[in-house]
């Protein structure tokens, strides 16, 4: 997931969410809402920056209330899910995970469309760029590069 619309004019790093990447996100945590297992585990993790911090926030504060707060999500932070990181590292740290349940990687461009296209179609393959808030589901048996499908897809509507 790419993080919601954020404000200009500050440090980057910085950048809080504006309401409508609030809402954008909201939408895109409710579209999820929808899509997963009752009861299933998941853990979100997002980028140190501002607005990825505060839209992972977001995913949790609404699927919490749609799942009725019986399994909430975990909540990460990885240095490693900035803009600018590389592809390559990240995806060498998701193939030694041992996931239980679902996860969510709450980013940035490009690296979120980068980091889909590889896993997808294999090694330097850019991606589709996201919209802010824009949802990609993967699965996959082993997370490495060309090993995923892409199993979903949802775009929130702009907010203003």
Same mark, same amino acid.
């Given at each position: 997931m790419r993080h919601g619309e954020a404000a200009s004019g500050v440090i980057d790093a910085e950048r809080p969410l504006t309401a409508a990447g609030e809402?954008?996100?909201?939408?895109?945590a409710r579209w999820l809402c929808d899509q997963r297992q009752p009861g299933e585990p998941l853990t979100?993790?997002?980028?140190?920056?501002?607005?990825?911090?505060?839209?992972?926030?977001q995913v949790l504060k609404t699927l919490t !209330?749609?799942?009725? $707060? %019986?399994a909430p999500p975990q909540l990460r932070e990885n240095e490693q899910l900035t803009p600018e990181h590389s592809v390559d590292a990240l995806i060498d740290w998701l193939?030694? !995970?041992?996931?239980? $349940? %679902?996860?969510?990687?709450?980013s940035h461009m490009p690296l979120v469309a980068s980091l889909s296209g590889?896993?997808?179609?294999?090694r330097g393959h850019l991606g589709s760029p996201f919209t802010t808030a824009q949802l990609v589901g993967l699965d996959a048996d082993v997370w490495a590069s060309g090993c995923a499908s892409q199993v979903a897809l949802f775009t929130p509507t702009r907010h203003r």
């Open positions: 809402e954008q996100v909201r939408d895109s979100i993790i997002h980028s140190p920056f501002r607005r990825a911090r505060q839209s992972a926030i !209330q749609c799942d009725g $707060g %019986d193939t030694l !995970q041992q996931w239980h $349940g %679902d996860w969510l990687l709450v590889a896993l997808v179609e294999g």
